[in-house]
């Protein structure tokens, strides 16, 4: 066993640290505050993209070939590590997590050259079409048709939860091309280099934090060229597949729980506990607040162990238990963050929200996210696979082990 | 980084497996517990004779010149077999306070005993309904001559009644509470004025209440003055052995449940097929997941000298939850024939929960943990 990184990777973590304790701007960092969901404000976002990039280091899981830095697991870990722990805003994951490497595995040459440099480059925003109203968990069950037409697909119906989709001027989705055999075998995966074609509309949806982030998008006739397509016609599943395809080490969410552990800390020190004194010093809370950082500690260790390339990344259950797991545990920092504001999560505070507001928040900035940061995290075990699929998954594995 | 362990600790790990496997199945674990004695003779021998016993000791004293890491794999093997003998606390207490103590005749001698399979060592530690922290320990050792004179009661002593030496930690000054103040003793299990209430515990070992009335102790047999830090190490050593242990239940426990439910049929098909049980076996699996985490991690830290008191505390609270959470589900998974004692799923809830009870409750350690920052 070595529980050590080694001094290469030390002297790595110290080059990461001094650019990233200089490199941000005021507003990257004021959006990295104010963060509350998964996804960071989108100006910032792009705006810090943009400025990683130019040092390189916009897509570290990319090969270099494609303009990634070629890091290691480990690499990248400390660099999402030394990220989350000065509390960044993430960059937008469908460009350069989920359509970017799916294009370097499946695109082709033409589709590669013309979108992995604005993509990385961060010229260009992708959303994610594949939810419909009535095809969530149970996705192959999609409608949104496309009809061939010579060079041209036609397509015709709706998505669902299109992420910053009013953002957007590109989209990745998946269509049905075929009704007549079983659900998957019927479904192609686009993309669409424009989001403004004739007969598309684009329609915000108000999240429960007050702002919109996901979107439903409508196609009404909407003509768009075939050599959008990736991968054969009818195909398209298994590209969705791939995509969604777990990488070994891909999650780093220990560092941003443990960031929030000690924020919650720092709060309860000038909390009033009803029983008199401060709420750090309250047994009950001082209780809770252990289990749930032991809680996430347990989880650190778990991604640990993946990124040495522990073989229980092999299972089939991995990215399922990965994903239930860091779900669960930010929904109850969630939790524990409103416990601590108690009544100061009431006010709404939109303005006070959008970065380079100028009006003030009511109480601290902790108060200030503690319940749009509670809503938003609701999703988490609702998207990427209910957490009920997930646990499907997961059960498969346990029976499976005995058939 | 990595969290394997090296192809010779594999191998030691396989040889007891396999020893193990043929001799120590449930049903002859289960004539065991009806049979008198209070743990396998044969069985200890045979840890002997594989070099389990000499694994933590250095090497000048007849050991392998290991720690407490090489016993982690072998220890997740005992957990699976629900072995009964007192392997973790005569080797990560017992012995362990004697390897502590340097150079000592009466010492030596007995570790040779304990190494060579002769003798056991047990360690008179718990006390009250249990002592979280050693800072806890209340039982007097007065001045006495040259040492010291022992009065009160130790609880829980594993191994007691069978044991050839035991190690008493004790109080020669100071206030439960105080790091201070604390010793460490060498006691003769038949010394006068030494009383055993002996028993079986709910988990299948032999234990004992220890009452001391008026034992004396010669100086020569105090192996530590000042001994907070040392028993603290014992402690923490222990639980990374008993926390294997329990995480090695976890695992079978998982298993044999998932096989349960496969073929356990109810309304015409297996009772797995029901969304509330599968859901119920991917929670115990993420259990198990995150116990194994932290025993592999913990481990790891423990290899480079780094395991500190909190991470302890978070070994300790995680695994002892971990390991009710998935044996009430085991119990509940198999219905009313996991009520039963000739199943093995409720042997194993007693074993976790056992672990669970013992070096402070998850409550203890959780608000240990919340009320410091790392």
Same mark, same amino acid.
């Given at each position: 066993?070595?529980?050590?990184?080694?001094?290469?990777? !030390?002297?790595?973590?110290?080059?990461?640290?001094?650019?990233?304790?200089?490199?941000?701007?005021?507003?990257?960092?004021?959006?990295?505050?104010?963060?509350?969901?998964?996804?960071?404000?989108?100006?910032?976002?792009?705006?810090?993209?943009?400025?990683?990039?130019?040092?390189?280091?916009?897509?570290?899981?990319?090969?270099?070939?494609?303009?990634?830095?070629?890091?290691?697991?480990?690499?990248?870990?400390?660099?999402?590590?030394?990220?989350?722990?000065?509390?960044?805003?993430?960059?937008?994951?469908?460009?350069?997590?989920?359509?970017?490497?799916?294009?370097?595995?499946?695109?082709?040459? +033409?589709?590669?050259?013309?979108?992995?440099?604005?993509?990385?480059?961060?010229?260009?925003?992708?959303?994610?079409?594949?939810?419909?109203?009535?095809?969530?968990?149970?996705?192959?069950?999609?409608?949104?048709?496309?009809?061939?037409?010579?060079?041209?697909?036609?397509?015709?119906?709706?998505?669902?939860?299109?992420?910053?989709?009013?953002?957007?001027?590109?989209?990745?989705?998946?269509?049905?091309?075929?009704?007549?055999?079983?659900?998957?075998?019927?479904?192609?995966?686009?993309?669409?280099?424009?989001?403004?074609?004739?007969?598309?509309?684009?329609?915000?949806?108000?999240?429960?934090?007050?702002?919109?982030?996901?979107?439903?998008?409508?196609?009404?006739?909407?003509?768009?060229?075939?050599?959008?397509?990736?991968?054969? +016609?009818?195909?398209?599943?298994?590209?969705?597949?791939?995509?969604?395809?777990? +990488?070994?080490?891909?999650?780093?969410?220990?560092?941003?729980?443990?960031?929030?552990?000690?924020?919650?800390? !720092?709060?309860?020190?000038?909390?009033?506990?009803?029983?008199?004194?401060?709420?750090?010093?309250?047994?009950?809370?001082?209780?809770?607040?252990?289990?749930? +950082?032991?809680?996430?500690?347990?989880?650190?260790?778990?991604?640990?162990?993946?990124?040495?390339?522990?073989?229980?990344?092999?299972?089939?259950?991995?990215?399922?238990?990965?994903?239930?797991?860091?779900?669960?545990?930010?929904?109850?920092?969630?939790?524990?963050?409103?416990?601590?504001?108690?009544?100061?999560?009431?006010?709404?505070?939109?303005?006070?929200?959008?970065?380079?507001?100028?009006?003030?928040?009511?109480?601290?900035?902790?108060?200030?996210?503690?319940?749009?940061?509670?809503?938003?995290?609701?999703?988490?075990?609702?998207?990427?696979?209910?957490?009920?699929?997930?646990?499907?998954?997961?059960?498969?594995?346990?029976?499976?082990?005995?058939? | 980084?990595?969290?394997?362990?090296?192809?010779?600790?594999?191998?030691?790990?396989?040889?007891?497996?396999?020893?193990?496997?043929?001799?120590?199945?449930?049903?002859?674990?289960?004539?065991?517990?009806?049979?008198?004695?209070?743990?396998?003779?044969?069985?200890?021998?045979?840890?002997?004779?594989?070099?389990?016993?000499?694994?933590?000791?250095?090497?000048?004293?007849?050991?392998?010149?290991?720690?407490?890491?090489?016993?982690?794999?072998? $220890?997740?093997?005992?957990?699976?077999?629900?072995?009964?003998?007192?392997?973790?606390? $005569?080797?990560?207490?017992?012995?362990?306070?004697?390897?502590?103590?340097?150079?000592?005749?009466?010492?030596?001698?007995?570790?040779?005993?304990?190494?060579?399979?002769?003798?056991?060592?047990?360690?008179?530690?718990?006390?009250?309904?249990?002592?979280?922290?050693?800072?806890?320990?209340?039982?007097?050792?007065?001045?006495?001559?040259?040492?010291?004179?022992?009065?009160?009661?130790?609880?829980?002593?594993?191994?007691?009644?069978?044991?050839?030496?035991?190690?008493?930690?004790?109080?020669?000054?100071?206030?439960?509470?105080?790091?201070?103040?604390?010793?460490?003793?060498?006691?003769?299990?038949?010394?006068?004025?030494?009383?055993?209430?002996?028993?079986?515990?709910?988990?299948?070992?032999?234990? $004992?209440?220890?009452?001391?009335?008026?034992?004396?102790?010669?100086?020569?047999?105090?192996?530590?003055?000042?001994?907070?830090?040392?028993?603290?190490?014992?402690?923490?050593?222990?639980?990374?052995?008993?926390?294997?242990?329990?995480?090695?239940?976890?695992?079978?426990?998982?298993?044999?449940?998932?096989?349960?439910?496969?073929?356990?049929?109810?309304?015409?098909?297996?009772?797995?097929?029901?969304?509330?049980?599968?859901?119920?076996?991917?929670?115990?699996?993420?259990?198990?997941?995150?116990?194994?985490?932290?025993?592999?991690?913990?481990?790891?830290?423990?290899?480079?000298?780094?395991?500190?008191?909190?991470?302890?505390?978070?070994?300790?609270?995680?695994?002892?939850?971990?390991?009710?959470?998935?044996?009430?589900?085991?119990?509940?998974?198999?219905?009313?024939?996991?009520?039963?004692?000739?199943?093995?799923?409720?042997?194993?809830?007693?074993?976790?929960?056992?672990?669970?009870?013992?070096?402070?409750?998850?409550?203890?350690?959780?608000?240990?943990?919340?009320?410091? $920052?790392?």
């Amino acid at each position: 066993m070595n529980i050590e990184f080694g001094p290469e990777l !030390e002297s790595f973590r110290q080059e990461v640290a001094a650019f990233l304790d200089t490199a941000p701007t005021p507003a990257i960092r004021e959006a990295g505050r104010k963060t509350t969901s998964v996804f960071a404000p989108f100006e910032e976002a792009i705006a810090w993209q943009k400025i990683l990039n130019a040092k390189g280091w916009a897509a570290p899981a990319w090969p270099k070939e494609y303009g990634g830095t070629g890091w290691s697991v480990e690499q990248r870990y400390i660099f999402a590590e030394e990220c989350r722990r000065r509390q960044l805003p993430p960059l937008l994951p469908n460009c350069l997590q989920m359509v970017g490497p799916m294009l370097i595995d499946l695109g082709t040459e +033409e589709q590669k050259r013309k979108h992995l440099p604005p993509i990385l480059a961060g010229d260009v925003y992708w959303t994610q079409g594949y939810s419909e109203p009535n095809a969530g968990s149970d996705l192959a069950s999609l409608q949104c048709a496309a009809v061939s037409d010579g060079d041209d697909y036609i397509i015709n119906g709706s998505k669902i939860w299109t992420t910053l989709a009013h953002h957007a001027n590109r989209m990745f989705m998946l269509v049905r091309t075929d009704k007549t055999g079983k659900k998957q075998e019927g479904i192609t995966f686009l993309l669409l280099e424009r989001t403004d074609y004739p007969g598309m509309d684009i329609r915000p949806i108000i999240g429960l934090d007050g702002f919109p982030e996901q979107c439903e998008v409508f196609f009404d006739n909407v003509r768009v060229p075939k050599s959008g397509r990736v991968g054969a +016609e009818n195909d398209g599943w298994s590209v969705a597949k791939h995509l969604l395809k777990h +990488e070994r080490g891909g999650s780093a969410a220990s560092p941003a729980l443990l960031h929030s552990i000690a924020r919650i800390r !720092e709060a309860a020190k000038t909390t009033q506990s009803p029983f008199g004194g401060a709420l750090a010093d309250d047994a009950v809370f001082q209780r809770d607040l252990g289990e749930l +950082e032991a809680d996430i500690l347990s989880y650190r260790h778990f991604e640990q162990l993946a990124i040495s390339g522990h073989p229980m990344v092999k299972d089939a259950a991995y990215p399922s238990m990965n994903k239930t797991m860091n779900s669960e545990l930010s929904q109850r920092v969630s939790i524990m963050m409103t416990r601590v504001s108690g009544i100061e999560t009431v006010p709404l505070q939109l303005e006070a929200l959008s970065v380079g507001s100028n009006v003030a928040p009511l109480g601290s900035d902790f108060d200030l996210i503690a319940m749009p940061y509670y809503l938003n995290t609701r999703a988490t075990s609702i998207y990427a696979g209910t957490n009920e699929v997930q646990r499907d998954l997961i059960a498969r594995t346990v029976l499976a082990a005995n058939r | 980084m990595d969290f394997l362990f090296t192809e010779e600790q594999t191998m030691l790990r396989d040889s007891v497996a396999r020893y193990l496997d043929k001799t120590y199945d449930f049903d002859a674990r289960q004539a065991l517990l009806r049979s008198e004695a209070p743990y396998s003779k044969a069985a200890w021998s045979q840890f002997a004779e594989l070099g389990v016993l000499a694994l933590p000791f250095p090497e000048d004293v007849g050991g392998l010149g290991g720690s407490v890491i090489d016993l982690v794999p072998v $220890a997740e093997v005992f957990g699976e077999h629900l072995t009964v003998e007192p392997w973790a606390f $005569a080797l990560t207490l017992a012995g362990g306070a004697l390897a502590a103590t340097g150079n000592h005749a009466a010492a030596h001698k007995h570790l040779a005993d304990l190494i060579s399979g002769a003798s056991l060592g047990a360690f008179a530690y718990d006390e009250h309904r249990g002592i979280a922290t050693p800072a806890q320990i209340a039982m007097t050792a007065t001045p006495s001559g040259d040492g010291f004179a022992l009065n009160g009661q130790k609880r829980l002593v594993f191994g007691a009644a069978e044991a050839g030496f035991m190690v008493v930690a004790a109080r020669s000054a100071g206030q439960p509470g105080d790091t201070q103040g604390l010793v460490l003793l060498l006691v003769d299990p038949r010394a006068p004025g030494i009383t055993m209430t002996p028993f079986r515990t709910q988990d299948g070992r032999s234990a $004992a209440h220890v009452r001391f009335d008026k034992v004396s102790v010669a100086g020569a047999d105090v192996l530590a003055k000042d001994a907070h830090d040392l028993i603290a190490k014992l402690i923490s050593d222990a639980i990374l052995a008993l926390a294997a242990e329990a995480v090695g239940a976890m695992g079978a426990l998982l298993r044999i449940t998932g096989a349960y439910a496969t073929t356990r049929k109810q309304f015409g098909v297996a009772i797995g097929t029901f969304q509330t049980v599968a859901h119920r076996l991917a929670d115990m699996k993420i259990a198990h997941a995150k116990a194994y985490a932290s025993l592999m991690y913990s481990t790891a830290l423990a290899e480079a000298g780094r395991l500190t008191a909190r991470d302890v505390s978070v070994l300790k609270a995680q695994v002892g939850k971990m390991g009710r959470s998935i044996a009430e589900a085991a119990v509940q998974t198999h219905g009313g024939v996991g009520m039963t004692d000739e199943l093995s799923v409720g042997h194993y809830l007693k074993r976790v929960l056992a672990f669970e009870a013992m070096f402070g409750a998850p409550d203890f350690h959780f608000r240990k943990i919340g009320s410091s $920052a790392a």
